[in-house]
């Protein structure tokens, strides 16, 4: 018998509520794993208050898009129980039950054996968005956006995804500037590696031309709408943007110009269906870049089941700092 964050649905309201469940109601996977962590990520705050349609599956539905485990049952020969994996994205907590559970069921190819270097909650604490972050820095990389070539932006930059990429760029030698719309989150951000803030709205307003003065050599993008529009237009020859997230809108308008007179490259992160090969060696880099001091400046706190609604309403209100990770067990 273990807990698990259920959503469900009466004939006249959506519920979501702590449940007792035992192995039997899990399902289908050729592994199964005691949750060691979750996360709570903003798709997950979408999920459990129901403001996004992210759960695709049949009610009722464990959300959680991570996942950190100890194998109890395996039926392949590639996992063996003891062995700790993580699950990140792969229709976690969209199409499959998810990490909102003390136990649960998986399939072995969607897993990553937990990196030599990071304990199970250093990688909640990283999850989704800290994965998001590397490959967002890596894909910089691969567009040749390198510390020499200037200023790199980074929005939305005191959540999950953000603050993981300016710690992340910021230590492997970029001037990073945060984005943000959190006036108590300088500090934080500073404390990071930011070496420029500016105001959320600096970019939000949108562009003010087609193509404006380049300020960015690159940028990483979690909150979209006009704030992207404004990257484009403000980004230096050759410049990228990693464009990650929504959460100031999933319209983009935006002209031809960026692309076609100065060559900039927006580029698409999708961390659900990143592939395997790419997700162990992500994972890698992360083990080796983030260090225990790093993992505790981003961790807000340790949540039980219980108070996984409340807190998605604050990560959707923009007043958490960092990452929050559950512990079903709690
Ligand atoms: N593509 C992928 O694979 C992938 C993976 C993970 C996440 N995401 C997306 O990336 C985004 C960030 O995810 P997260 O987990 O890091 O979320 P998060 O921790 O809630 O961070 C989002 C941040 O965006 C800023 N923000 C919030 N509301 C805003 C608004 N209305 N307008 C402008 N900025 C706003 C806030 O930062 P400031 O207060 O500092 O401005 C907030 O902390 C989400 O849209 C998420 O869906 C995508």
């Not at 979408?46 to 464990?62: D, N, Q």
């Amino acid at each position: 018998m273990f807990n698990a964050l259920v959503v469900d649905h009466t004939d006249s309201a959506r519920t979501v509520r702590v449940q007792t469940l035992d192995a039997s109601d899990l399902p289908e996977g050729d592994v199964e794993v005691e949750v060691l962590y979750s996360s709570l990520n903003y798709k997950d705050a979408l999920a459990v208050t129901g403001r996004g349609k992210i759960i695709r599956g049949e009610l009722p539905f464990v959300p959680g898009i991570d996942l950190v485990g100890r194998v109890v049952a395996s039926d392949v020969p590639e996992v063996a129980p003891g062995d700790v994996v993580i699950q990140t994205g792969w229709g976690l907590g969209e199409t499959h039950w998810g990490g909102y559970a003390g136990r649960q069921r998986v399939w072995a190819r969607h897993l990553v054996p937990l990196p030599e270097g990071l304990t199970p909650l250093d990688a909640m604490v990283i999850g989704t968005a800290g994965f998001t972050a590397m490959l967002a820095v890596q894909t910089l990389e691969e567009h040749g956006v390198t510390p020499d070539r200037g200023e790199v932006v980074v929005t939305g930059a005191s959540g999950g995804v953000g603050s993981f990429a300016v710690a992340l760029l910021a230590r492997a030698g970029y001037h990073v500037v945060a984005s943000t719309g959190s006036a108590s989150a300088h500090t934080y951000l500073t404390r990071l590696g930011a070496t420029r803030i500016i105001p959320r709205d600096t970019l939000g307003q949108g562009p003010q031309r087609p193509l404006d003065s380049a300020r960015w050599a690159g940028a990483v993008d979690a909150v979209g709408g006009a704030t992207l529009a404004a990257i484009l237009s403000t980004l230096d020859r050759h410049g990228c943007v990693a464009a990650c997230g929504l959460a100031g809108g999933v319209e983009l308008h935006t002209t031809v110009f960026p692309f076609i007179l100065r060559g900039v490259v927006l580029a698409g992160i999708d961390s659900n269906t990143c592939p395997n090969d790419r997700r162990r060696q992500i994972w890698k880099r992360l083990a080796e870049a983030v260090s225990e001091d790093l993992r505790e400046q981003i961790l807000a706190r340790i949540i039980s089941l219980e108070a996984v609604p409340e807190a998605s309403e604050a990560v959707l209100a923009g007043r958490v700092q960092g990452r929050i990770v559950v512990d079903p067990r709690a």
